[in-house]
Structures are given as structure tokens and as C-alpha cells.
């Protein structure tokens, strides 16, 4: 079976705790070199995602794109119900604050 499958039937790899297979994979990848700017990060990762799997998972998450435009145009949004006539004179930094915990506050 090993000659016909190879890689889907090593057993040492198997054998090892999950937790322990996550640290060594994410301290190989940390002591990876680093790649260019202008590279593509989503082109490496399809390249190098049988090496890191577990880390590979993490990053398909999180450097998606975005398929619509609705989350920015909640912000936009948020940001309009905030800036009125009568709040004008709010600083950028204060209406950046209140769309932030408008967006990440849960109220009940």
C-alpha cells in the first residue's frame, strides 16, 4: 500500500499529537525565509500548503477576498448615521472610534 499511495500512509506523522505537529509546523514556517513584497502571498501558500497544512488552513481564512462589497458598505454606512449635521464637529479619530465599537459592540 505504502509503493501505491506513499505520503497518505506514513504512520510516524500520524502517530504524533496534533498540538505537537501545529508547533513544529508553525516553528518551521517562522524560521522560513521570507518572501518579496511584490510577491504572491495567496500563489506561495497554494505552493507551500502541503508543507504547513494546519497553518495553510488559517490562511485561506483570513486572506480571502471578500466576494461582495456589503461589509464596507455597512461601514460606510455606520459612518453616515454617526456623521450628521449635528455631530460635524466630531474628529476623524473620535467617528474611526465610534464605528469601530459600533461594528465589534454586542448589545443585548
Known amino acids: 500500500m505504502a509503493e501505491l499511495f506513499g505520503e497518505l500512509f506514513k504512520t510516524e506523522e500520524r502517530n504524533k499529537p496534533t498540538l505537537q505537529l501545529v508547533k ?6 517562522m524560521a522560513a525565509n521570507s518572501t518579496s513584497l511584490d510577491s504572491d502571498p495567496l500563489a506561495w ?8 497544512p494546519h497553518v495553510a488552513m488559517l490562511a485561506k481564512r483570513y486572506l480571502a ?3 461582495t462589497s456589503v461589509p ?3 461601514v460606510f454606512s455606520t459612518a453616515g448615521d454617526i456623521v450628521s449635521a ?4 466630531l474628529s476623524a479619530s473620535n467617528v474611526d472610534k465610534f ?3 459600533g461594528k465589534n459592540m454586542k448589545i443585548q
Do not use: F, H, Q
Request: proline share 0%; net charge positive.
Open 65 to 67: 477576498v471578500s466576494g
Open 45 to 52: 501558500w497554494k505552493t507551500n500548503e502541503a508543507k504547513y
Open 72 to 74: 464596507s458598505e455597512r
Open 99 to 101: 464605528i469601530y465599537l
Open 24 to 29: 513544529g509546523e508553525v516553528t518551521s514556517y
Open 86 to 89: 449635528s455631530r460635524s464637529a
